[in-house]
């Protein structure tokens, strides 16, 4: 009988941006820098990380999530690699716009989206049932990885894999920017063992009610 190996699967939401502390929907086309709270949230990941074996470092394509990645890699000597299925929900025609202006406009589908997604279509996106299907699919073939890897990915993205793996619904956990979430795997089983570790953050954690997301 094979020997399987104990690893940890790191999921790090990126730091905030500035389209969060606007209350603006990102996804994949509406892209921002990270704010300057954002900048300090990532240093703090400089130390988390140092020390620590890491095999691999994944980053959605985007520009908050590869200044994220930049700050790990920096502690871990790991260079950084760009995998397209960490991207951001496709949320369509409500990229780029406030809340605000997003609940004017399609009300019943944003109260549909923050109590209960599932039969959710974002009007020129994804569906909600895509987004899970392509997220699951993905992590379930991170479960035969040989090493510790990073993966720094999105809000939602994270929040698919965490309501898989412990059954819970999708908003009934909060996701802090540069937050830690760790997945330890053994063999084909994996079990959660740290929901958005915020610790190293200190005083420079988000009012995450000002997001849009």
């Known amino acids: 009988m094979g020997r399987f190996f104990v690893t940890k699967i790191y999921l790090i939401r990126h730091g905030e941006s500035i389209a969060n502390t606007l209350g603006i929907y990102q996804g994949q086309t509406y892209d921002t820098v990270l704010s300057p709270l954002g900048k300090r949230q990532v240093r703090t990941l ?4 140092a ?18 990645a930049r700050h790990i890699a920096l502690a871990t000597g790991i260079p950084v690699q760009i995998d397209r299925h960490l991207l ?3 949320h369509g025609d ?3 716009l406030p809340k605000a202006e997003i609940q004017l ?9 923050n109590k209960d997604p599932q039969g959710v279509e ?3 996106g994804e569906t909600f049932v895509a987004l899970q299907t392509r997220v699951l699919t993905w992590f379930r073939q991170q479960l035969l990885l040989k090493k510790d890897t990073v993966f720094v ?3 939602n993205v994270i929040r698919v894999i965490i309501a898989y793996l412990k059954g819970i619904p999708f908003w009934d956990f909060p996701l802090d920017p540069a937050g830690v979430t760790i997945v330890e795997v053994n063999g084909k089983d994996a079990r959660l063992v740290k929901l958005n ?7 420079c954690l988000t009012n995450l009610k000002l997001h849009a997301l």
Do not use: V
């Open 51 to 68: 020390g620590k074996s890491i095999g691999a470092i994944y980053t959605s394509p985007l520009t908050r999530t590869r200044k994220t």
């Open 153 to 155: 990915t999105h809000d």
């Open 88 to 90: 951001e929900t496709n």
């Open 46 to 49: 400089q130390t988390y990380f």
């Open 105 to 113: 406009r399609w009300g019943d589908l944003l109260d549909a989206w």
């Open 94 to 96: 409500w990229e780029g």
């Open 197 to 203: 570790d915020n610790r190293h953050l200190q005083d």
């Open 122 to 124: 974002f009007p020129g």
